[in-house]
């Protein structure tokens, strides 16, 4: 059996943590991983809200080119200046707010909720741990996050604007925008991948020695592994990237040449740059981290989608070790893979086609965990309750945004399709109605854990079904924007190119009426879904104080977090933990309820 470093925690030092610390270290500079948790939660969450609202402006811009933004044009003018003249959004300013959603969707919202989030609040508990192994770097790592976020928010209001060079930074174009924007996301960035480096040093170390007394390897429950791949992922994928970087930042603040080539013009004139740099090393780099982060993005949503499944088929998830090898097998082959972003670079056909197998190769283990995923639902006597109607959405809508991935991952295919509304929609799949999904079915499961209340029902379906229908409408139609050849990242949604004659033929060959005026359903779609979060964001705050009071176990689950008092004190536990048996025993032959907890000895 494994051996445990750590001793379970006695009701004596439970008492003797509870020394007065005092409003502020205990609410705002805590060290307990649940406080820190759902400070995460809480600031993603706001962050996520905030991403979303940058996208439906744009999207108003898209389907109305040049028209005021109804509601928020004037006071945008207000705030912003000359970039919202008239309440109209500005080129300028569309990039901006692209490559803030961007940026802030995956690295202020999803990724510090999936991980950070989730992963403080649940993995201590999941392991019978009492806390974080490191606590105070567990602080740090927040606050790191926090100041990034203050600084990627604050940059909105400087002259010029936020970053206006997409999330994926490209040099020379980032570093040559004469504003100080992207001066700002750089040191914005720097700040939160040294928060995820703290964080994910944190957790490995948590996960290899903080265990409970019997929870082996195999008996973690799945949502703990996703996360140790995870955290894996973050260490060793940011780094070079955060080097990357500050080499960024020198070539805008220092006019060092790391990644700016000899002769390179900017404005019709020969930039004064010493020159003798890469724009490619830039993207290797910077994809050297960022498809590791689709990972990051991706395995704590699938963990939680796993936990949320086994709980509510009131069975055992079906392939449990396949799960986990695809898990780590992804987590290794998620290294080799980047290159698959800059097939049009012109890097050589060698080399497309070595990156072209190993993305056909990384596909199988996704496609075997979604597999299980489905199987698991075959038999159980599944309980249709808010978290499982989220984690069961997530399932085909990953599996779209995953098949839908395929054609990209081919290098001949991808030269139709790179830089389409289709890359859009389908990594949209992935992270919308796939990750984000899932995030919501975390909070509405793990909300009467940390609350002692559960969220309302009814008004958690409301919001499900209609941001499921919305999400749909949304990201369906530009699959087809992007097959008939619509670019991304275009200010007035393809109109430029609408209706183009061909010189010879004189037939249209540019964007047809049909495909442009897409644009209009999806943006009321998107306003829909706008709509659809209000009663998921009154239903947190009202539910708090008003919702249905739970027991400490109220989904009736097997695994540790369940065995605590609600909400869990300072040191977690109340009583011993000793871990007996894997985690989702549930409707056990001969057992006398149809949960099995992990605590519970095997009788005979
Ligand atoms: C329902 C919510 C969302 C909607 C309606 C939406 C819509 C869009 C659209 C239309 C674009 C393309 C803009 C353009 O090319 O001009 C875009 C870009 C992008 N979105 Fe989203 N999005 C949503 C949620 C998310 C989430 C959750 C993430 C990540 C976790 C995300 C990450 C990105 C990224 C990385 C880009 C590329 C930005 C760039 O070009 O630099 N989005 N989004
Ligand atoms: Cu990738």
């Known amino acids: 059996m494994q051996h445990t470093t750590q001793t379970a925690p006695h009701e004596t ?45 744009m999207r108003w811009q898209i389907a109305y080119p040049g028209q005021e933004i109804p509601v928020v044009g004037k006071m945008l003018e207000a705030i912003l200046g000359d970039t919202a003249k008239g309440g109209i959004m500005s080129p300028d300013l569309y990039n901006v707010f692209g490559a803030m959603h961007g940026t802030i969707m995956v690295f202020l919202a999803v990724v510090p909720l999936a991980f950070a989030g989730f992963g403080n609040y649940v993995v201590p508990l999941q392991i019978g741990a009492i806390d974080m192994a490191f606590p105070r770097i567990n602080m740090a790592s927040y606050w790191s996050f926090f100041l990034g976020c203050v600084i990627m928010f604050f940059s909105f209001f400087i002259p010029g604007g936020a970053a206006q060079g997409g999330w994926t930074s ?25 928060s995820s480096l703290l964080g994910s040093v944190n957790f490995i170390a948590t996960i290899i020695q903080l265990r409970a007394p019997g929870m082996t390897w195999m008996r973690m429950p799945f949502f703990v592994w996703a996360q140790f791949v995870t955290a894996f992922l973050l260490l060793l994928a940011f780094p070079p990237l955060e080097a990357a970087g500050i080499m960024q930042l020198m070539d805008k603040v220092f006019h060092t040449s790391f990644f700016l080539p000899t002769g390179l013009m900017v404005g019709g004139q020969v930039a004064d740059i010493s020159g003798g740099g890469s724009p490619l090393l830039w993207q290797h780099l910077f994809w050297f981290l960022a498809h590791p982060e689709v990972y990051v993005l991706i395995l704590p949503a699938i963990g939680i989608v796993g936990e949320i499944v086994a709980n509510n088929t009131r069975k055992s998830i ?30 050589g056909t060698k080399i497309s086609a070595f990156f072209q197998t190993t993305t ?37 809508m990953f599996g779209l945004g995953g098949l839908t991935g395929l054609p990209l991952g081919f290098s001949f295919a991808d030269l139709h399709l790179h830089d389409t509304y289709y890359v859009i929609a389908h990594f949209h799949y992935i992270v919308a109605p796939g990750t984000i999904f899932a995030l919501f079915a975390g909070v509405y499961y793990w909300y009467p854990k940390a609350t002692g209340r559960k969220m309302n029902e009814f008004w958690g379906k409301v919001h499900f079904w209609v941001s499921f229908i919305a999400m749909n409408l949304i990201f369906q139609p530009m699959f087809a924007q992007g097959m008939a050849g619509m670019h991304r990242r275009m200010y007035d949604g393809g109109a430029t190119y609408a209706g183009v004659l061909d010189p010879e033929s004189g037939e249209v060959v540019g964007l047809n009426s049909f495909i442009i005026s897409l644009n209009k359903g999806i943006t009321h779609a998107a306003f829909l879904m706008a709509v659809a979060q209000l009663p998921f964001i009154i239903n947190f705050f009202y539910s708090m104080f008003k919702g249905e009071k739970v027991d400490d176990n109220p989904w009736k689950a097997t695994t540790l977090e369940w065995q605590t008092p609600t909400p869990p004190p300072h040191g977690n536990f109340t009583k011993e933990i000793v871990v007996y048996r894997g985690p989702y025993d549930y409707s056990l032959p001969g057992a006398k309820d149809d949960y099995t907890p992990q605590t519970e000895p095997n009788h005979k």
């Open 360 to 396: 056909m190769i990384i596909s199988i283990p996704s496609v075997i965990i979604l597999t299980c995923l489905f199987i698991s639902l075959w038999g159980g006597s599944i309980r249709f309750n808010t978290p499982m109607l989220f984690a069961l959405a997530f399932l085909p």
């Open 13 to 57: 030092s439970h008492e003797h943590h509870h020394e007065d610390l005092g409003f502020w270290r205990t609410y705002v500079f805590s060290t307990d991983h649940k406080i820190i948790g759902i400070q995460y939660a809480v600031t993603s969450l706001a962050f996520l809200f905030f991403g979303f609202c940058l996208m439906l402006a």
């Open 318 to 347: 079906w392939g449990y070790r396949s799960l986990v090898y695809s898990v780590l097998a992804i987590g290794f082959i998620a290294f080799i893979v980047w290159a698959h972003h800059m097939y049009l670079t012109g890097m």
């Open 170 to 194: 490209y040099s020379p174009l980032a570093t040559t925008i004469p504003t100080d924007g992207q001066t700002y996301w750089l040191i914005g960035m720097v700040l939160l991948i040294t």
